[in-house]
Nanobody, 122 residues
Framework: QVQLVESGGGLVQAGGSLRLSCAASGRTFSGAAMGWFRQAPGKEREFVAAINWSGGSTYYVDSVKGRFTISRDIAKNTVYLQMNSLRPEDTAVYYC???????????????WGQGTQVTVSS
């Protein structure tokens, strides 16, 4: 069983930056991966970024490449999402989750966190 707690969201003006954190508790298995998803009003939840826990390889949706960076701190059991050059269309609730399969085909596995709201003003 894994529990996830997202934090770091808030209100920022267009072009600004935020760093989201996802603290995980429970057992971590070798080869496991974590990812970030987001959901905006009236839209389906979409994949944003993924990272392999042990190897650190990453994968991003095209719309955030060059702007967002996913990373992890193994000792702290925490995954981060650094978001730069934020745009109003990035406004959404951001969730982290465990993943199964390859990071290029990210499939949520287990529980979601509670989410953290990111609002980007124009």
């Amino acid at each position: 069983q894994v529990q996830l707690v997202e934090s770091g969201g808030g209100l920022v003006q267009a072009g600004g930056s935020l760093r989201l954190s996802c603290a995980a508790s429970g057992r971590t298995f070798s080869g496991a991966a974590m990812g970030w998803f987001r959901q905006a009003p009236g839209k389906e939840r979409e994949f944003v970024a993924a990272i392999n826990w042990s190897g650190g390889s990453t994968y991003y949706v095209d719309s955030v490449k060059g702007r967002f960076t996913i990373s992890r701190d193994i000792a702290k059991n925490t995954v981060y999402l650094q978001m730069n050059s934020l745009r109003p269309e990035d406004t959404a609730v951001y969730y982290c989750t465990a993943l199964k399969g390859s990071i290029s085909i990210p499939v949520p596995f287990g529980s979601w966190g509670q989410g953290t709201q990111v609002t980007v003003s124009s």
